[in-house]
């Protein structure tokens, strides 16, 4: 009997040697909502609960040869891209991905969540006119909004500006995620041409939550990859990641990750 095999999703990103963000927050994503995850690593961090201790980037021909590896032999039904440290990688990532046509989800990093920087400052630029214009869908943070768009953000009604000044930089859709402003988690999903969706969910009081955005980004990845138009995909994401961060646990001395493996315990 053939064994029927699931949809393939490839992360591009950094590998988070604690376990909670990165590279394998991206995989336990994946695993957990029935996809099979590859990955090419873009950087190693030393990280853990209070902080990053150092990153190094591995060199462009080694992230080249990863994807083509991945890419050519098994394929892909989606790509995520979190961290891209450099102009280079950043460049480099972005011309593999302009000759693939399947859903890209553009997670662009910019600092972890204890504030240290996960892209060179030079590099901004670099990932606003590169990258960008290559993702079907971007999930920047407020943070993050601001760096790509000099827009700040302060409340929710701020939101649209600053979704359109993002879409008006090449994404086909864009989630501007509001976690960080008082009240409900919303997030707002903009595709253009007037398409708003809003996704709410309650706040949960729970400081465990390292591996948010990187994990967000990939559960959207996996329902682009099951079919799922890009409305249902962030829906159904959203929830898994509201789940993830209501159960998040304590780790270390710092912040703890999220639980990806909530539905299952």
Known sequence: MSQSVPPRVLTVAGSDSGGG???????????ALGVHGMSVITA?????????????????????????????????????TGMLASIELVETVSELLAGVRVPVVVDPVGVSKHGD?????????TLRERLLPVATLATPNLHEVAQLTGITVEQESGMLDAAKALHDLGPRWVLVKGGHLAGEAADLLYGGSGEEHWYRAE????????GTGCTLASAIAAELAKGRTMPEAVGEAKAY???AIR?????????GPVDHGWRWR
């Open 117 to 125: 920087a996960l892209l060179a400052a030079e590099a901004v630029a």
């Open 247 to 255: 159960r998040g646990f304590p780790l270390g001395a710092g912040i």
């Open 241 to 243: 990641v509201t789940g």
């Open 203 to 210: 706040r949960h009081d729970n400081r465990h939550t390292h």
């Open 44 to 80: 190693v961090t030393a990280q853990n609960s209070v902080g990053v201790q150092g990153y190094w980037e591995l060199p462009a021909e080694a992230v080249r040869a990863q994807f083509r590896s991945v890419v050519d032999d098994i394929g892909v039904q989606a790509v995520k």
């Open 21 to 31: 963000a990165g590279i394998q927050a991206d995989l336990k994503t994946m695993l």
